[in-house]
Every structure is written in structure tokens, then in C-alpha cells.
């Protein structure tokens, strides 16, 4: 009962955003401090593809389609923001483990700048290119009527996403988890209002469709950035940008690049293949592409609470290097992944047990039910070996060695995966289901590489 009790209050503790003291002392403690709330803001930042899907898929199942090949083209904006978060995370913690409170803090300054100028850019080709960007993921002539507005709002809104992404991992690489999880919490929280209001136009509101879906969620990011930037000039955090220099720094910038190009390149290799996959997914209709897009939805949701923890592994790693304790980032690793394992363990349970219960939620057309449920059952196969998998290569980016990630990335989604799948799918008539049988195989050999490089230990050599 005592250790029940002390459980509950390190949990209190840690939704409070208590300081954990990350180089030194229980190291579950630590962990439990930091990943409780990188779960929480994981969680939340999987909430609104739920959402999204959920109130979307009241309209039609070709505004279903919509969200999933605009998601599909949107992987790229993910990736770019998931490799500037992870280089700045990187930077940031082997700053503050060598106590260099102005290095971290001028690091986090040239970060923002780099994201707006990316981000600027994205908006024009979503502005001006939507109906282009639907036409390339292979959309039919009614999905493109249906969700041009939505894939417009989305793409060229995109620096909300950019900006929600590489603060909080400013945050989190300072070691204040909890600002990064209240940050979701307010986006979140606005996007679910919104989005019945903005969707079937109740009260004074317009009636907008699934393009009212990508306004919700715009004004609902846009919160979330402001309360950050709130916090970051004014809050009681480490990383204070009212203090210091602000004009550019080329020299930080290009090392930002340089640590970040990696990072992207792991989630654009991966992403992009994802792409792929749902053209391959196209070839099957409508109802299987619908069916697909809901229960990637669901996973996206169990996933990216476990990336949470792969998040705080990485911060982790990044500050005990940086305070030359390399046994301690290599420990925090293997008990961080230890955890991971046995949640997703439990996910996959739930998944293998519920999945029909847990597509119906969304839709009672019974062929895109189907289609759901096989993929959650088929893919969720393998979560035990993506819970120790994601965090293993978020230790890699942690300890600022984005390279060796990204190489395996490579082979195991483009020159495994893509080839596989269309072989299973196509080929070998097998349609959805070989897709889905691709993805596990792939993931899991992602997993088992992943594990044996990393136990090689050249990472823990990595200058930042």
C-alpha cells in the first residue's frame, strides 16, 4: 500500500511539473517524472487526429479519404518539425547537462527563426497548390471537391504544427515536461470545441464541412503556440528568451541544421513511404482507404503517448552525456524501454481484443469496419517490439547521432517495406492485408537492427 501511495503522489508530482533531478540519484524516479507528462502531451497531440476523425467521419466517407491523404501529404511538415524538435531537444539538453544556461537558451532563439522561414514557405504550396497536392496522392474527382478546403487550412497553416512541435521540444530538453504538456492541453481543449461548431455550423457558427475541422484545429494549435511563447518570455522556466542577444546566429544555425537533417530525414524517409503506402491503399477503394485512415488514426493515438516516453529517454540521454555520465544515459535507455515495452504490450491486448469495438466508434459502415479492424489486429502484431524500437532511436537522437537512425530508416521502409507491400497487395493479390503484413514485418526489423547498433555504443561518443 506504500508503494501504491508513494506512486500516486510521484504521478501528482509529475502532472504538477515537478523538477526531477535527471543526473543523479533513483532513476525510475526520474523517468517518472519526466515521461508522465511526455505521455500526457503525446497523448494530447494524438487527440486531435481522434477528434478529427471522429466528427469528420459523420459526413462521408470521401471526407474520411480527405483527412487521410492530406495527413499523408502533411507526414513531410510532421517530419520537418519532429527533426527540428529532436535537434533542438538534442542541443538543448547537452547544454543545460553542461550547465550552459545561455548556450541552450540562444539555441532554442535560432531554432524559432529557422522554423518560421520553413514554414513560411510550406504555407505558399498549401495556399496556392491544394487541389495539386490531392491530385498527386491519386484522389478522385469527389474527394478533391470535398476536401480542398480542408488540405488549404491544413497545409498552409502549417506553422502552428511547426511551432507547437519545436517549442515544446525546447521544453522538454530543458527538462520542463509539463509546460509542453499544458500547451496541448489548451490546443486541444479549443480544437474540441470548435470542431462540432465549425464542422455542422451549430448556433451562429457557418456550416463548413470537413474544412471547419482544419480551421478548429489551426485556432486550436495557435492557442497552444501562444501559451508557449507566454511561457518562454515570461514564465518561470530555464530557457528565458527575453534575456539575451536576438539577432541570428548563422554558425548555431548551420549546427541546428546539420543536427536536425538527420532527425527529418529519419521521419521524411518514414513518412514518405507512408505515402506511398496509402496510394497502394487507394487502389482498393474508397471504404478500404476510409478503414485504413480510422484505424491509423487509433494507433497514432496508442503511439504517440509511447514516443512520449521514447521523448524523455532521449532528454535523458542528452543531459547525463552532456554531465559525462554516459553509464547513466545507457541505463536510462534499457529501463526507459523496459516501461515502454510492457504499455505497448498491453495496447496490443487491447488492440487484438476490442479493434472492431474500437472502429465502430467512428463509423457503422460495416466494409470500412472490416478493413479497420484487420489492420489494427494485423499491425499491433508487433507493438512490443516498437516499444523497446522507438526508444532506442530516440536515444540516438538524444545523444545527437541522428545519422544511424536514419540509415536504417532507409532500409527498412524503402528498400523492405514499400517493396514488400506492393509484392503482398498487389502481386500476390492479397489487397489490404498484405499491406498490413508489411508494415509489422518492416517495423520489427526496424526494431531488432535498431537494438544491435545501439548496443555497440559508438553513440555515446557523439560530440553536440
Known sequence: MNRIKRFFELLRDALAGKESNI?????????????????????????????????????????????????????????????????????????IGE???EGATNSARQAIYLS?????????IGFF???????????????????????KWMVGGNIVIMMLFLING???????????MRSLWVANGINIALDPLLIFGYGPFPELGVEGAAIATCIGRGCGVLYQLYHLFYGKGIIKLNNGKTRLNFDLIKKLINLSAGGTGQFIIASASWIFLMQIMSRFGSEA?????????????????????????????????????????EQSVWRTGFFNMIFMGCVMVVFLIFSESLIRFFTNEQTVIDYGK?????????????????????AFNGAGDTRTPTILNFFAFWTFQIPLAYVLAVTLNMGPTGLFVAIVSAESLLTVAGILIFRRGKWKKVRV
Do not use: H
Open 99 to 101: 550547465k550552459d544556461v
Open 23 to 95: 543526473l543523479s540519484g533513483n532513476l525510475d524516479k526520474a523517468i517518472l517524472l519526466l515521461a508522465v507528462p511526455m505521455i500526457f502531451e503525446m497523448a494530447m497531440e494524438s487527440l486531435f487526429a481522434v477528434v478529427d476523425a471522429y466528427f469528420v467521419s459523420k459526413i462521408s466517407v470521401d471526407a474520411v479519404a480527405t483527412v487521410g491523404l492530406t495527413e499523408s501529404c502533411l507526414t513531410i511538415v510532421y517530419s520537418l518539425a519532429w527533426g527540428l524538435s529532436m535537434g533542438i531537444t538534442a542541443l538543448v539538453a547537452r547544454r
Open 116 to 124: 518560421i522561414v520553413i514554414s513560411v514557405f510550406i504555407s505558399l
Open 170 to 180: 525546447i521544453f522538454r530538453g530543458a527538462g520542463d515536461a509539463a509546460i509542453a
Open 374 to 394: 484487420e489492420c489494427l489486429s494485423i499491425v499491433s502484431i508487433g507493438y512490443v517490439f516498437y516499444g523497446y524500437g522507438m526508444i532506442v532511436a530516440q
Open 129 to 151: 497548390y491544394s487541389e495539386e497536392l490531392l491530385q498527386m496522392m491519386g484522389a478522385s474527382p469527389s474527394i478533391i471537391a470535398t476536401g480542398r478546403g480542408y488540405t
Open 289 to 329: 482507404l476510409a478503414g485504413y485512415t480510422l484505424a491509423i488514426r487509433v494507433i497514432v493515438f496508442t503511439i504517440l503517448p509511447a514516443w512520449g516516453m521514447a521523448n524523455a529517454a532521449a532528454t535523458l540521454v542528452g543531459q547525463n552525456l552532456g554531465a559525462q555520465q554516459p553509464e547513466r544515459a
